[in-house]
């Protein structure tokens, strides 16, 4: 059972499309990140929020935006996206957080990933 | 700058065999975390072990294990009586202190054969 919940699991968009990837944490964890992971590769690391606050940006193009809307929270906005955006999309978040929650030795726990196809 | 060297690109194992996994790191920070993660089919990475720079013992939790030696920089991973279900994809990955960043391997494409 995952405790980095994502949505939507799979989005198919067409390249005039807006839409917007959810991500959400209940563990109290104060960095989240996106991840973009191509087949038979590793994750690529998109963003990083830390403390709601944008600390890494891997020259991410424009046409991704993220948002923080609060410590529990992070969307991944898209806005005129590539055929070659297609991947696989992944939230995590990293400790440390709540006395007693999971996770405060740094690792990151990540979410099911949304599936997205660029047409 | 951190890497990870996952050698291997595929191995795969008949069910019940035993399975090890290599891990080459580089880092010249003294304060560093190894991880290995699990990537089933279905996607999601599965955080498996983590080792910290300082600690002195290698451990077993359940039926996996690790040999992580600091003189020749590896984290090596080992899966015991491996099942069907062990079959994924999986990560070595090391963070160093103080960074946000997660250093991941190319990654090993375990399968297991019943």
């Known amino acids: 059972d995952t405790e980095v919940t994502q949505t939507p699991k799979h989005l198919v968009m067409g390249m005039t499309n807006k839409k917007s990837l959810k991500c959400e944490q209940h563990?109290?964890?104060?960095?989240m990140y996106w991840y973009k992971q191509k087949a038979k590769k590793p994750p690529e690391l998109m963003f990083v929020y830390s403390y709601e606050k944008l600390s890494i940006n891997e020259s991410v193009p424009s046409r991704f935006s993220p948002e923080c809307p609060n410590s529990s929270l992070l969307n991944l906005h898209l806005h005129a996206l590539q055929p070659e955006d297609s991947a696989l999309y992944l939230c995590?978040?990293?400790?440390?957080?709540?006395?007693?929650?999971?996770?405060?030795?740094?690792?990151?726990?990540f979410g099911p990933g949304t599936r997205l196809t660029v047409l | 700058a951190q890497k990870v060297t996952q050698a291997q690109t595929e191995i795969s194992v008949v069910e019940k065999e035993d399975v090890t996994l290599d891990c080459v790191y580089e880092t010249r920070d003294t304060t560093y975390y190894l991880f290995w993660y699990k990537q089933p089919p279905s996607g999601e990475l599965v955080f498996l072990i983590r080792r910290n720079s300082f600690d002195e013992q290698n451990e077993i939790s359940g039926r996996y294990s690790w040999n992580f030696q600091k003189s020749t920089s590896s984290f090596n991973f080992t899966i015991t009586a491996s099942q069907v279900v062990d079959s994924a994809v999986y990560f070595c990955a090391l963070m160093v202190r103080g960074n946000n960043r997660l250093a991941f391997g190319k990654g090993n494409q375990v399968v297991v054969i019943p």
């Open positions: 563990m109290g964890h104060r960095a």
């Open positions: 995590a978040s990293r400790g440390p957080g709540l006395a007693g929650v999971r996770g405060p030795y740094n690792e990151q726990f």
